[in-house]
Each structure stands twice: as C-alpha cells, then as structure tokens.
C-alpha cells in the first residue's frame, strides 16, 4: 500500500478506504460464525464514534482506556481516538482488579470502553470496583502495559505517528501484501497483538480477530480464511502444533510467515512443522512495551539456525541498537554478551503516571535501556539470550538457562522443561530444572536426565536437582502465556536437598 496522507493512524484509515473501500480489513467471529468488516464500513464506525466522543467532550491529550475483547470494536476505538488528538491504553479482559486499578490511576483515563457482556465474564463489575478509588484526568499516550517482571507494571507510552511508521515498517519485512489475511489471536490491548494488527493494516490485509482462542476453531479458520501471517509465542502455536498433530489437519499451505517468541522451547519444533506442512518461513522476534514489538525481525536470507531464535536486524535503519556492558554501558565486541540497547523513533516516550522511570530507563547519552541479554552476531543482527534477571552465573560463568532447558527438551521423554537458580550451599548459584513428562508413564527420572545433560553440556552446567512435575505453573498476560519462574524459584528453594517426581508421591 502506498501512503499519501499524513503518517497517523487517522491518516493510515483514510488511504485504506480510498484505495479500496470495499476490501475486507477485518473479520468477527460471533457464535462461530465470521462476519466481515469492510474498510469503508470501518471507516464509517470510526467517524459515529469519533463523532460521539466529541460531543461528550473527549479532548486533544486525553487517555480513552479500551477495555474490550479482540472484537474490531477495539481497532474503531484507537482510530477514532487518533483522528480527536486522544489516545489509548488497551486494558486485557483477563486483567484482576489490582491489574484494572493499577491502569486507571498511572493512565486516568477520561472514558472507558467496555463490553456489555463477554465470555462469562464480568468485566463492568471489575472496572467498577477498581475504579472505586481512581479520578480521572487527562493522560497523553499510546500505551502499553509493561511485564512487571522488576516490579509493578509501568505504562509505556508511543506517540501516534510512532505507531504508524512502525507498523509500515514491520510490514514490509513481514511481506504483507494486499489481501492477505493476519490471524489476530494476540489481544490488541498488548504491545504484540497490537504491533501485529498495525502492521497487516498498513500492508493492506486483513486482520482476523480471534476474542476467545480455541485451537481447533482456529486451525480450521487458518484454511477457510486462507490466513497468511501469524505472531504469537510458542504457548499458542504450541496448541496448533498440538491440536493438528492430534488429527485436526487443517490445510496449512496459504500461511506464509510465521514470527515466533520462545516462552516455553518449542519454537524450533514449531518451525520445522510450518516449514515442511506449508513452506512458511518462521522467524524469531524481539520487543516490548518500549521499543514496539517487532523491533527486530531475522530476514528470509538468514539460516534458520539462526532465524527460529529471539532476536533479529532493526525493522528499519532509524533504530540503532548496541550491547554493552550493563555495569558502565561500554560498548561490547561482536559475540560478547550485555545488555540490549535501543535509540530511535520506536522507544518509549513516557511513563504514565510514572515519570521517574524514564530517567532510569535511560542512559546518560539517551539509549533505553531493555534488561535484556544479547549478543551481536558477525553476520549482523542480534541474537536475543534472556532477560537479565534470569541469567545464571555458575562457577563464575554467565549461562544462559535457555541452553540447559533446549537440552532436556531434547529427551524423547520431555515435554517442557525450565531452568531456574538457586542459592546452595556455600552462596554459589545453583540451576535447578523442572520438566514435565510427555505422560505420566514416561521413562524419566533426575539421575538420567542429569547423564542426558552431561552427555553435551559442561559439567557445570549440569543441574544440581531435576524435579518432575505435572504442569508449570504459568501466568496469562497480553503477549500469551508464560511459565512463572519466580514460583520455581520458590518451590526450588523449598524442595532443596531433595528431588521431587509428583508420580511417586505428593511434593512437600
């Protein structure tokens, strides 16, 4: 798609429905049925909205807070946001009252977008009891929640016209082209949902906007729509890669692109399935709240041992990227390890509600600082390791715990596995691992899964204990699901000195 407008979102709106009114730019599902949005359609529910908003008084610089499903609802509210001056933060339908409370006082939204009824879910009751204590005032931000993994989630904010370079560049690495179609299973109300959907709009496509995921449902729409692009962590293609494999064999051969977060080590196994079942190309990705989702893409052209892992090259020549040592931000030789570093037009410009974290996300010569673990590769690019708080130091070397848990994984016997630290004997770091068995009959127990360690790994790189486990324990945030290492941590700590297997008795 070419741009002629001026680069906001309202703009990005107006070309799309001149250039083709009546192409489809995104699809409902309601009672398992689709119903098709066109661009002209959008654009006339963008201005009934817009219009509405004014006349209640919605200004230039205020915060509107969109607390809805992935219904196309919440692409009309952003756009209509944009086109008054306003902006606004997506607020995750699976979000508690602490969660909504948090948002509504850093954000103070003017209005609130809510759903009447979704999914049995009563979400006008939790915005009534966390906005119990929160008086609104105006906020200016596109914004996004961050993890809260250091901490309480800060709101990361992005000007409009930050979003929409963003999104055209995202699309031209993404080859979007007129007509395809992008499956928009991620919330929007997240920074890669909604990274993902910026970025089939301004390519043209059409986004198909899942509120409730059900992986058979999915795959099926996955041929019936002729779905070209997905982004989602390997929790979600996991339940794809799951549910096909257990004789949901939907057509997968219109699917083109795939990008791919590692949460749970399954992302190579995920690749090599689309890659043989459909000849799509898989990469790995790098973002956040701050820097975009997307800011690093890996091109057709780089091997895919190292395209299916985190990381990649700038999505377009004005994000500079650096590692450096996070203890005095010098800059570090290609394939030493430090802190990934960011500079450009897709960084964060505010906190809402919060402005003395912009000055610690910064350094001194005005690089943002991500608290993640990286290495420059040789070829160009950067190979995404872990965050920081996660790496382990054992014997004095830094390891990446990523390295230990795709070594278990590889055990016929292993469905997931995680590795967290400990402190042990003596103060020195220790990596504990957990797995979860392929079933409660496998093979498995710590002492062989140590030998099938050691067979390839340094001796101290080696577990000190290996529990199995049932199921790990996991938090469902707006990025997909991830495995909550602090709860490892924890029972790792409580279960020292021992090793635990659920199917032998109960862990203490």
């Given at each position: 798609?070419?741009?002629?407008?001026?680069?906001?979102?309202?703009?990005?709106?107006?070309?799309?429905?001149?250039?083709?009114?009546?192409?489809?730019?995104?699809?409902?599902?309601?009672?398992?049925?689709?119903?098709?949005?066109?661009?002209?359609?959008?654009?006339?529910?963008?201005?009934?909205?817009?219009?509405?908003?004014?006349?209640?008084?919605?200004?230039?610089?205020?915060?509107?807070?969109?607390?809805?499903?992935?219904?196309?609802?919440?692409?009309?509210?952003?756009?209509?946001?944009?086109?008054?001056?306003?902006?606004?933060?997506?607020?995750?339908?699976?979000?508690?009252?602490?969660?909504?409370?948090?948002?509504?006082?850093?954000?103070?939204?003017?209005?609130?977008?809510?759903?009447?009824?979704?999914?049995?879910?009563?979400?006008?009751?939790?915005?009534?009891?966390?906005?119990?204590?929160?008086?609104?005032?105006?906020?200016?931000?596109?914004?996004?929640?961050?993890?809260?993994?250091?901490?309480?989630?800060?709101?990361?904010?992005?000007?409009?016209?930050?979003?929409?370079?963003?999104?055209?560049?995202?699309?031209?690495?993404?080859?979007?082209?007129?007509?395809?179609?992008?499956?928009?299973?991620?919330?929007?109300?997240?920074?890669?949902?909604?990274?993902?959907?910026?970025?089939?709009?301004?390519?043209?496509?059409?986004?198909?906007?899942?509120?409730?995921?059900?992986?058979?449902?999915?795959?099926?729409?996955?041929?019936?729509?002729?779905?070209?692009?997905?982004?989602?962590?390997?929790?979600?293609?996991?339940?794809?890669?799951?549910?096909?494999?257990?004789?949901?064999?939907?057509?997968?051969?219109?699917?083109?692109?795939?990008?791919?977060?590692?949460?749970?080590?399954?992302?190579?196994?995920?690749?090599?399935?689309?890659?043989?079942?459909?000849?799509?190309?898989?990469?790995?990705?790098?973002?956040?709240?701050?820097?975009?989702?997307?800011?690093?893409?890996?091109?057709?052209?780089?091997?895919?041992?190292?395209?299916?892992?985190?990381?990649?090259?700038?999505?377009?020549?004005?994000?500079?990227?650096?590692?450096?040592?996070?203890?005095?931000?010098?800059?570090?030789?290609?394939?030493?390890?430090?802190?990934?570093?960011?500079?450009?037009?897709?960084?964060?410009?505010?906190?809402?509600?919060?402005?003395?974290?912009?000055?610690?996300?910064?350094?001194?010569?005005?690089?943002?600082?991500?608290?993640?673990?990286?290495?420059?590769?040789?070829?160009?690019?950067?190979?995404?390791?872990?965050?920081?708080?996660?790496?382990?130091?054992?014997?004095?070397?830094?390891?990446?715990?990523?390295?230990?848990?795709?070594?278990?994984?590889?055990?016929?016997?292993?469905?997931?596995?995680?590795?967290?630290?400990?402190?042990?004997?003596?103060?020195?770091?220790e990596a504990v691992a957990f797995v979860v068995p392929v079933d409660d009959g496998a093979d498995l127990d710590a002492s062989s899964l140590k030998t099938w360690c050691r067979d390839r790994l340094a001796a101290f790189k080696v577990p000190a204990a290996v529990h199995v486990i049932e199921r790990?324990?996991?938090?469902?945030?707006?990025?997909?699901?991830?495995?909550?290492?602090?709860?490892?941590?924890?029972?790792?700590?409580?279960?020292?000195?021992?090793?635990?297997?659920?199917?032998?008795?109960?862990?203490?």
């Amino acid at each position: 798609m070419t741009v002629t407008t001026h680069p906001t979102l309202a703009g990005t709106l107006a070309d799309l429905v001149h250039e083709s009114p009546d192409s489809p730019v995104a699809m409902d599902i309601a009672g398992g049925e689709v119903i098709t949005l066109t661009r002209a359609e959008l654009g006339r529910r963008v201005d009934q909205l817009r219009e509405e908003l004014s006349r209640i008084g919605v200004r230039r610089g205020q915060c509107l807070a969109v607390y809805l499903p992935n219904w196309s609802d919440a692409l009309v509210w952003q756009f209509a946001a944009s086109a008054l001056g306003a902006h606004v933060i997506g607020v995750n339908t699976r979000y508690n009252v602490g969660e909504v409370m948090h948002i509504l006082t850093s954000a103070r939204p003017a209005v609130v977008a809510v759903p009447a009824e979704f999914h049995g879910l009563d979400v006008f009751g939790t915005l009534r009891e966390a906005s119990s204590t929160a008086d609104p005032v105006p906020a200016i931000a596109v914004a996004f929640t961050t993890s809260g993994s250091t901490g309480t989630p800060k709101l990361a904010a992005h000007r409009d016209s930050a979003v929409v370079r963003h999104a055209h560049a995202d699309s031209v690495i993404m080859g979007v082209r007129e007509g395809d179609v992008i499956l928009g299973v991620l919330p929007v109300s997240g920074v890669f949902g909604f990274s993902t959907a910026m970025a089939g709009l301004a390519g043209g496509a059409a986004i198909l906007m899942e509120p409730v995921f059900d992986a058979a449902a999915t795959l099926e729409r996955v041929e019936s729509l002729r779905v070209t692009h997905i982004v989602g962590g390997d929790d979600l293609f996991g339940r794809l890669y799951d549910t096909w494999h257990e004789g949901r064999r939907a057509d997968l051969t219109t699917l083109r692109w795939l990008g791919i977060a590692d949460f749970l080590g399954r992302s190579h196994d995920i690749a090599r399935w689309v890659r043989d079942e459909a000849g799509a190309e898989t990469t790995g990705v790098f973002g956040s709240s701050e820097v975009f989702a997307l800011a690093l893409l890996w091109s057709s052209d780089d091997p895919e041992s190292v395209r299916w892992n985190g990381g990649g090259r700038p999505v377009e020549s004005a994000i500079e990227v650096r590692v450096v040592d996070p203890l005095d931000d010098r800059v570090l030789a290609t394939g030493e390890e430090g802190e990934l570093q960011f500079r450009g037009p897709n960084v964060v410009d505010a906190y809402l509600g919060n402005p003395d974290a912009a000055a610690r996300a910064f350094t001194a010569d005005g690089w943002f600082r991500s608290g993640d673990l990286a290495r420059a590769l040789d070829t160009g690019g950067f190979r995404y390791v872990c965050r920081m708080g996660d790496v382990l130091r054992l014997r004095g070397f830094l390891v990446d715990p990523a390295e230990i848990e795709h070594r278990l994984a590889e055990h016929e016997n292993v469905q997931t596995a995680k590795v967290v630290g400990i402190s042990g004997s003596g103060g020195y770091t220790e990596a504990v691992a957990f797995v979860v068995p392929v079933d409660d009959g496998a093979d498995l127990d710590a002492s062989s899964l140590k030998t099938w360690c050691r067979d390839r790994l340094a001796a101290f790189k080696v577990p000190a204990a290996v529990h199995v486990i049932e199921r790990m324990p996991t938090t469902v945030g707006g990025n997909g699901t991830k495995i909550r290492a602090v709860e490892l941590r924890e029972w790792a700590q409580r279960w020292s000195g021992q090793e635990v297997d659920y199917r032998k008795g109960t862990p203490a």
